[in-house]
T-cell receptor, first 115, second 110 residues
């Protein structure tokens, strides 16, 4: 299995500021995914991050708002920029570890509250 | 959009079998059916997956219809700790992005 560490686990931020969320995996992975889960909702895919290339964003998400870095095969960051209260959500990092039964492993998430 | 539809909520008595249905009528030949669950906004946890044969592991059983257009996740003896949101997902095996639908909120009742 893959062990995913996400930091911070939670944060309370002021409107207009930015927060960078880190995702560290204990093994090299090709595909990393960032999801958002708004209160009471399902998971929404923000973007797919492959090492060595720019992230691919889903409809409704843009790089200026959610810049992503993927400097190597074990690490990625997601920044939530110029935050507003509507950005209050859980942000989840997920990885695919080759052809494994589990398909996806998830971090424990970052609970973000924007005041 | 998600490729699956599930009932928004279900109840199950503790100790009884919980049968969670999922429709995936547009599934393609190389796509698998995966089930995950999410407890208390933790990261989703893998339960089981299958292609066309029924599957069983220590957590659950997966029954897939012959036409593969629907499936049922069975928790044979539900406990209170099985209260969670259950997601049915259709995806290829390798590096195919995963889109989550709303899932089924299962409540196990004492």
């Amino acid at each position: 299995s893959a062990v995913i560490s996400q930091k911070p686990s939670r944060d309370i931020c002021q409107r207009g500021t930015s927060l960078t969320i880190q995702c560290q995996v204990d093994s090299q992975v090709t595909m990393m995914f960032w999801y958002r889960q708004q209160p009471g909702q399902s998971l929404t895919l923000i973007a797919t991050a492959n090492q060595g290339s720019e992230a691919t964003y889903e409809s409704g998400f843009v790089i200026d708002k959610f810049p992503i870095s993927r400097p190597n095969l074990t690490f990625s960051t997601l920044t939530v920029s110029n935050m507003s209260p509507e950005d209050s959500s859980i942000y989840l990092c997920s990885v695919e570890v080759g052809q494994r039964s589990e398909k996806l492993f998830f971090g424990s998430g970052t609970q973000l509250s924007v005041l | 959009d998600a490729k699956t539809t599930q009932p928004p909520s279900m109840d199950c008595a503790e100790g009884r079998a919980a049968n969670l249905p999922c429709n995936h009528s547009t599934i393609s030949g190389n796509e698998y059916v995966y089930w995950y669950r999410q407890i208390h906004s933790q990261g989703p946890q893998y339960i089981i997956h299958g292609l066309k044969n029924n599957e069983t592991n220590e957590m659950a059983s997966l029954i897939i219809t012959e036409d593969r257009k629907s499936s049922t996740l069975i928790l044979p003896h539900a406990t209170l700790r099985d209260t969670a949101v259950y997601y049915c997902i259709v995806s290829g095996t390798s590096y195919d992005k995963v889109i989550f639908g709303p899932g089924t909120s299962l409540s196990v009742i004492p």
